[in-house]
């Protein structure tokens, strides 16, 4: 019997994108074990192809045509992981509307448009999974739904925040101001172009929202 093979695409090629492609390339045997199939990257939609080609050593996988992804019905799942509302926003509704899985780290997106994507992958009998954008990445919303299920929730405390974390840990840990670890989280990738949202607290939104997405999230 043949081994069975999965094709994604990925959009965005910066740090955590890059870091996702390594995790699937380094670990391929290891999480086709796993998973009972194997994941395969065959498309990586980025913005300046000679850039990105830099990261890989070839260009045989990137693209900056959106439509070579989303028409292409060999593609099943999409991983967004550039960013922001918009462009973002777009494809991810495309790609559901076209029967494409998506997985997203995409905290601004979902805390503003979550309710619309979920309902797109619910109207197209596809999955729109977004744990990676929950609380650093930490996996909290299955446990929430699973495990804890027959619990009472009302509140989750803590770091939640995978920017934040890493500031606070610099600074007690190392001693570092607070203006040199900010500068040393952007210079590594892990915070955003701006990171407003994160060191300035700006979880209340993004909480009420998470709250009220529970309920509709799929396991």
Same mark, same amino acid.
């Given at each position: 019997?043949?081994?069975? +093979?999965?094709?994604?695409?990925?959009?965005?090629?910066?740090? /955590?994108?890059?870091?996702?492609?390594?995790?699937?390339?380094?670990?391929?045997?290891?999480?086709?074990?796993?998973?009972?199939?194997?994941?395969?990257?065959?498309?990586?939609?980025?913005?300046?192809?000679?850039?990105?080609?830099? %990261?890989?050593?070839?260009?045989?996988?990137?693209?900056?045509?959106?439509?070579?992804?989303?028409?292409?019905?060999?593609?099943?799942? +999409?991983?967004?992981?550039?960013?922001?509302?918009?462009?973002?926003?777009?494809?991810?509704?495309?790609?559901?509307?076209?029967? %494409?899985? +998506?997985?997203?780290?995409? %905290?601004?997106?979902?805390?503003?448009?979550?309710?619309?994507?979920?309902?797109?992958?619910?109207?197209?009998?596809?999955?729109?999974?977004?744990?990676?954008? +929950?609380?650093?990445?930490?996996?909290?919303?299955?446990?929430?739904?699973?495990?804890?299920?027959?619990?009472?929730?009302?509140?989750?405390?803590?770091? /939640?925040?995978?920017?934040?974390?890493?500031?606070?840990?610099?600074?007690?840990?190392?001693?570092?101001?607070?203006?040199?670890?900010?500068?040393?989280?952007?210079?590594?990738?892990?915070?955003?172009?701006?990171?407003?949202?994160?060191?300035?607290?700006?979880?209340?939104?993004?909480?009420?929202?998470?709250?009220?997405?529970?309920?509709?999230?799929?396991?």
């Amino acid at each position: 019997m043949s081994e069975r +093979v999965i094709k994604a695409a990925l959009l965005g090629l910066g740090t /955590v994108g890059t870091g996702v492609y390594k995790v699937l390339k380094n670990q391929e045997e290891e999480m086709t074990a796993k998973i009972g199939c194997k994941v395969e990257i065959t498309k990586i939609l980025v913005r300046n192809i000679e850039k990105a080609a830099a %990261k890989l050593g070839d260009t045989a996988l990137l693209t900056n045509q959106w439509e070579e992804i989303v028409n292409d019905p060999e593609i099943e799942i +999409v991983i967004e992981l550039i960013g922001g509302i918009n462009p973002a926003r777009d494809y991810i509704l495309q790609a559901l509307n076209a029967g %494409k899985h +998506v997985v997203s780290a995409n %905290k601004d997106l979902i805390a503003v448009h979550g309710h619309e994507l979920l309902e797109a992958a619910h109207n197209n009998k596809v999955d729109f999974l977004f744990e990676a954008a +929950v609380a650093g990445g930490i996996p909290i919303i299955r446990p929430l739904k699973q495990c804890l299920a027959g619990n009472h929730m009302t509140e989750v405390m803590g770091i /939640v925040n995978g920017t934040t974390n890493f500031i606070l840990t610099k600074m007690t840990q190392e001693g570092m101001e607070f203006k040199d670890a900010l500068a040393l989280a952007t210079e590594l990738g892990y915070a955003e172009a701006d990171p407003t949202a994160d060191i300035e607290g700006w979880m209340q939104d993004v909480k009420s929202q998470f709250w009220h997405l529970l309920p509709l999230i799929p396991v």
